[in-house]
C-alpha cells in the first residue's frame, strides 16, 4: 500500500471522502460471499476490505493537522477490545453470551459518557432495514416503539386463537413479505427506501422527544 499510494496518480487523488463508495462495495461484496458460501470468494473479498482499511489508514498519514497511520489504528483497536473484554484481560466473569454483552455495552458506555440520546453513534448511513432494527433497539431502551412489538403479539394471539396465518413464520418468508412490499411500492410508484427512512426520521424524533420529557 505504501509503495502503491507513494507511484500511483489515482491513489494519489483519493481522500476519505472518495474512497466511501469502495468501502461499501467491498463490504457488500464480503456479505454475498458470506451468504452464498462462496469461500474463495470470501478470502479474496476480506483482501479488498483489508485493502480499504490500509488505503484510508495511508491517506489519513497524510493529513496535515491530524495524521495517524495503521500503528495507530491497531492501538486503538487493541485498547478498545481489552476495555471492552473485562472478562478476558481485567479479571471479571461471564459464563454466558448476554454477560458478556452486559459487560461490553457497560465499557462502552463508561467509553462514551459524551453521548446525550440513546441514538447517538447510530451511522445514519446503514441500509435502511439495518437501520430500522437499530432504532427499534434503542428506541425500546426509553419506551419508544413498544406499540410495534404490541401489535405483533396481538397478531401472534389472533394467529393461535383463529388458526390464521398472519405474520411470517421464518426469515424465508420474511423475505417474502418485503419482497411483496417492494413490489407494492413500485407498483404505485413510491419510493420504498424513502418511506422508510423519512418513517425513522419521525420515530427518531419521537425518541428524542421521549428523552427529553424524562
Not at 180 to 191: E, N, S, V
Request: charged share 35%; glycine share 6%.
Amino acid at each position: 500500500m505504501r509503495e502503491v499510494h507513494a507511484s500511483c496518480v489515482w491513489s494519489r487523488e483519493m481522500t476519505h471522502e472518495k474512497l466511501v463508495p469502495y468501502l461499501t462495495e467491498e463490504a457488500a461484496e464480503v456479505i454475498d460471499a458470506v451468504e452464498t458460501g462462496d469461500r474463495a470468494g470470501l478470502r479474496e473479498e476480506l483482501g479488498d476490505l483489508l485493502w480499504q482499511v490500509l488505503f484510508h489508514a495511508a491517506v489519513a498519514s497524510e493529513h496535515p493537522e491530524d495524521p495517524f497511520d495503521l500503528d495507530d489504528v491497531a492501538r486503538t483497536l487493541a485498547d478498545k477490545m481489552i476495555r471492552r473484554h473485562p472478562h478476558v484481560f481485567a479479571g471479571e466473569t461471564a459464563e454466558t453470551p448476554e454477560r458478556v454483552l452486559e459487560l461490553w455495552n457497560a465499557a462502552k458506555a463508561e467509553e462514551k459518557r459524551e453521548r446525550r440520546s440513546v441514538l447517538d453513534g447510530v451511522p445514519a448511513g446503514m441500509p435502511s432495514l439495518a437501520l430500522a432494527q437499530k432504532v427499534l433497539g434503542r428506541g425500546a431502551r426509553v419506551e419508544v416503539g413498544l406499540e410495534h412489538v404490541e401489535a405483533i403479539r396481538a397478531a401472534e394471539a389472533i394467529e393461535q386463537a383463529e388458526g390464521e396465518t398472519l405474520l411470517p413464520a421464518s426469515e424465508e418468508e420474511l423475505g417474502e413479505t418485503l419482497l411483496g412490499l417492494a413490489a407494492l411500492a413500485r407498483d404505485r410508484g413510491w419510493d420504498a427506501e424513502r418511506a422508510l427512512r423519512t418513517r425513522l426520521r419521525a420515530f427518531a424524533d419521537e425518541v428524542r422527544t421521549a428523552e427529553m420529557e424524562e
